[in-house]
């Protein structure tokens, strides 16, 4: 019977790390290497041939899954696919289960998800928004060595990182809305995430108003509106810049209420 | 009726469940090649050098074809129907959409086969492309088609398809209100299942065995043959079995350029389309502008309609002028208006060519005549089950092309609406039939309806 | 490496990054899941990764080294159609038959883990699988059947050589 040869750069050399130390030394400094999660968007972009990398990391042995508790403290490892964060409390539940249909969910990764390239045209990355409201920090290896990090100072770098895991404070309430296209499963065209601590600080941030999810730091007073001070929308195919500007106060305004009413 | 409504066999409904139908992309013959496409990257564009030696010696590379190896490059879908042939198999001297197939190769893999088509030398000379079909008429519009922006081949070497009954002045100068509106439906992608595909066995008696998901086997045949030049026994074309066509798969869009490649390699050959090929470069069904004027009196009687419709063909005709003439025959909808000043163009512009999907040339004038219809009611405050009523065909009235209705079910069907949204109906409306019209049904101005409008 | 497909095992040449669809159909000539996108985005190529449905095109080979791989021929032949494969029959939820392999594992796992006949259950679990012909209520349809458990009589809808059985029914 021929091989199947349609798809590859034969010449990818492919690591498959046993453990994280193993993965840690072989991403290196992370250049010329394509790190291979769940593979629901880089097997994509090797059968198109966006990519032709010259070393493939496949991650999913490296024991890196699994959703840890150390008090109010949570742990996510970098392969744990979205599928077991679904019944996790707002904002990070909800919009892990908004992502794709089950099938999909079952394979793709949280490391895969946060690391999400630029994707033209096709918002990936919406867990950024739900953990950056979460106040998540990511230990991420890559040249300099293991660091950790709040992650919205992460995501500005994560084509050249390795993300090991994500952890946050358990919020005391969360809330998450999110604009979808009227199919079972799409992209996410727009999502605003809402936290609120123990303390009962307020912290906000939305996906697919730019390049990586972001804070809104404007609008965690009560001011919906104004969180058009913090971005920039674009028009994309799934929507243009003007409709993203009028709709996205609308849920800011809907989990800024959806928080308060929380208990 | 022994069928309809009765429980029978789907002759496939097994093989589906059980993944034995054959599809064309199942079929398994050993040493079959894999083709790609080189593709315009440009809307519109001379193509100012075109060479393919270095595709051609790449080790693994079987057969390059470009419209030099085409025997009858020209050949229109449907000329047999008057329309003449104005589209290239493959692109020569100019690409008039991004997607226009220029050049295809065989390789023995996929990734040779990518990598063959990038080596091919190319350059292009762009033009300014015509995409807005409002702006085809423009003074200092893009010339984009060699015949000029829009299709002069309707009966008579008309320009337009044009229809003309009764006395549309007399309608407008008697209406009490004038309602216009504009709809313009965008093009949509069939999207199918199954992508584009088709394999082409060269057999060792000189035939060819052609795997297609054709919807339409006998007219792939004939356009196959007359691209190729050789009579219709020459090709086994083994079809029937389509992973969704809607329309879109009635293009020939592979099976001549398999059966080239085929030929000149001596080898199977395969060309499978992407997805990303599949909504970016496959016919899809037309954008459509239309304008519509209706004359109306108060009381919700429509006397007359003026309608401009400008339909989108993308670079080429293909079956664009026959898509437009169904679409003018039924641009009244299921309503008679008895005055009418239609006129359609089959416009040009630097996109894929569009083709046929359900309900061809039909579902535009549909959408449009029905929100119209609401539109006028909504203008004359009268109720908008009511108004559909009052203007339905009845036995007698006539089409736009001037066909006798005998036996017009929209009464019917929009009363047996009304009750099931539970919309209460006056007594007379309720009471209303398909019969030819009299008394309150027949108003003056439908008395001197004409059975013989002029059209063309 | 290897690869146990519908019970047999395979040992595969293919490169490890290459997506378990290609591996199926070309290496292994195995057509039942379908080559829609490439991409994720419709379903057709979705079998049954150690019971759990996938993309089939998204799955590097590598990462089902030693798995156990069901596609639709796996589900049941002609002579004997499986609960699902019978429902499917029976409820006319085919029409072109090109979203129907993706479809029905996908049912079967969604059946399989005890999932019920509500409609919009059936909808979220199938909320990955395109299809453009049938418009859906069928296959809904078909999945509730085979969820409830029916029993069908395929006498009228399967008619044919191989298929001469009078009732069905879930395991």
Redesign the interface.
């Known amino acids: 019977?021929?091989?199947?040869?349609?798809?590859?750069n034969?010449a990818?050399e492919?690591l498959?790390p046993g453990s994280e130390d193993e993965a840690v030394e072989a991403f290196g400094d992370g250049k010329d290497v394509l790190v291979?999660g769940?593979?629901?968007i880089v097997?994509?972009d090797?059968?198109?041939?966006r990519v032709q990398p010259a070393r493939?990391l496949?991650l999913?042995d490296a024991g890196l899954a699994g959703i840890s508790r150390d008090g109010s403290r949570v742990t996510i490892g970098a392969t744990t696919p979205l599928e077991e964060l679904v019944d996790l409390p707002a904002p990070i539940g909800p919009c892990a289960a908004n992502v794709?249909?089950?099938?999909?969910r079952?394979?793709a990764t949280v490391g895969g998800n946060l690391c999400a390239g630029e994707g033209v045209e096709a918002p990936r990355g919406d867990l950024q928004g739900a953990l950056i409201a979460a106040g998540a920090t990511v230990r991420s290896a890559g040249e300099g060595g293991i660091a950790e990090e709040p992650l919205e100072d992460f995501l500005p770098k994560r084509g050249g990182r390795l993300l090991l895991s994500v952890s946050y404070e358990e919020p005391a309430a969360g809330a998450f809305a999110a604009l979808d296209r009227p199919h079972?499963?799409d992209y996410t065209t727009m999502a605003v995430s809402g936290a609120r601590a123990a303390d009962g600080t307020i912290r906000l941030a939305a996906t697919g108003t730019g390049t990586h999810g972001v804070r809104l730091p404007s609008a965690e007073g009560g001011d919906a509106q104004a969180v058009l001070n913090d971005v920039t929308p674009h028009d994309d195919a799934l929507a243009s810049a003007w409709y993203r500007r009028k709709v996205l106060p609308v849920l800011v305004r809907r989990v800024l209420d959806e928080l308060k009413g929380a208990a | 009726m022994k069928v309809v409504g009765a429980r029978i066999p789907r002759y496939d409904g097994v093989a589906h469940v059980t993944g034995r139908t054959t599809y064309v992309d199942d079929v398994r013959i050993p040493g079959t090649l894999w083709a790609k496409a080189l593709r315009s990257p440009h809307h519109h564009a001379g193509i100012t050098k075109l060479d393919t030696r270095p595709a051609e010696e790449m080790p693994g590379v079987h057969a390059v074809i470009t419209w030099e190896d085409v025997p009858h490059l020209v050949y229109g879908h449907l000329e047999a129907l008057g329309i003449p042939a104005d589209e290239p198999l493959l692109a020569k001297d100019e690409v008039r959409y991004k997607g226009q197939p220029i050049a295809l190769v065989a390789a023995e893999n996929e990734e040779l086969a990518v990598e063959a088509v990038s080596r091919i030398e190319i350059e292009f000379e762009e033009r300014p492309a015509l995409l807005d079909v409002r702006k085809a008429f423009d003074e200092d519009a893009p010339e984009i088609h060699k015949e000029g922006n829009w299709y002069r081949h309707f009966e008579n070497e008309m320009d337009r398809r044009q229809i003309r009954k009764g006395d549309i002045a007399k309608a407008f100068e008697q209406a009490d209100t004038i309602v216009q509106g504009v709809y313009r439906p965008a093009a949509i992608e069939h999207a199918p299942l199954e992508t584009q595909v088709c394999q082409v066995v060269p057999e060792a008696n000189g035939r060819l065995t052609i795997y297609s998901c054709t919807q339409a086997l006998y007219f792939s045949m004939g356009v196959i043959a007359a691209h190729l030049q050789v009579p219709l026994n020459k090709l086994k074309v083994v079809g029937g079995t389509t992973g969704g066509g809607f329309g879109g798969k009635v293009d020939t869009a592979t099976e001549t350029m398999c059966c080239l490649l085929a030929m000149k390699s001596g080898k199977p050959v395969k060309w499978r389309w992407t997805r990303e090929e599949e909504f970016l470069c496959s016919s899809t069904r037309a954008p459509w502008h239309m304008e519509i004027a209706d004359a109306v009196t108060k009381d919700g009687w429509i006397l007359g309609r003026k309608m401009l419709t400008l339909h989108d063909a993308g670079a080429y005709s293909r079956f664009s002028p026959y898509g437009l003439t169904k679409h003018s025959f039924h641009h009244t909808g299921a309503y008679t208006i008895p005055n009418l000043e239609f006129d359609g163009y089959v416009v040009y512009t630097n996109r894929v060519p569009t083709t046929a999907m359900r309900g061809f040339g039909v579902t535009s004038v549909s959408f449009a005549t029905e929100t119209h219809m609401s539109r006028v009611a909504d203008v004359l405050g009268v109720d908008p089950i009511e108004i559909r009523l009052k203007n339905a065909n009845r036995i007698g009235d006539t089409s736009p092309n001037g066909i006798v209705y005998t036996d017009p079910s929209t009464v019917s069907t929009i009363q047996t609406i009304a009750e099931a949204i539970g919309h209460e109906l006056p007594a007379d409306y309720r009471t209303m039939t398909s019969e030819p019209r009299s008394g309150e049904w027949l108003p003056e101005h439908l008395v001197a309806q004409t059975a013989n409008p002029e059209d063309h | 490496m290897n690869l146990t497909v519908n019970g047999v095992s395979h040992e595969i040449e293919s490169d490890l990054l290459t997506p378990l669809l290609d591996v199926l159909r070309e290496e292994l000539g195995i057509t039942g899941p379908k080559a829609g996108c490439h991409q994720g985005g419709c379903g057709a190529c979705t079998v049954l990764v150690d019971g759990e449905p996938r993309r089939s095109c998204l799955v590097p080979i590598a990462y089902v080294d030693g798995g156990e791989i069901t596609t639709v021929e796996g589900l049941g032949t002609p002579e004997e159609l499986s609960p699902v494969q019978q429902a499917f029959v029976h409820h006319y939820a085919a029409q072109c038959g090109y979203c129907t392999s993706g479809m029905m594992l996908a049912a079967q796992a969604y059946v399989a883990g005890g999932g019920t006949h509500d409609t919009e259950a059936i909808q979220e679990a199938l909320g990955g699988h395109v299809c453009r012909c049938t418009g859906y209520s069928k296959i809904v349809e078909a999945v509730a059947a085979a969820a409830r458990g029916d029993e069908f009589d395929l006498t009228e809808t399967a008619v044919g050589k191989y298929t001469t059985m009078t009732t069905g029914g879930a395991e």
């Open positions: 019977m021929a091989t199947a040869s349609l798809a590859l034969e990818t492919v498959r291979v769940g593979g629901t097997v994509a090797l059968t198109y041939r493939a496949l999913r794709a249909d089950r099938e999909i079952g394979a079972t499963h």
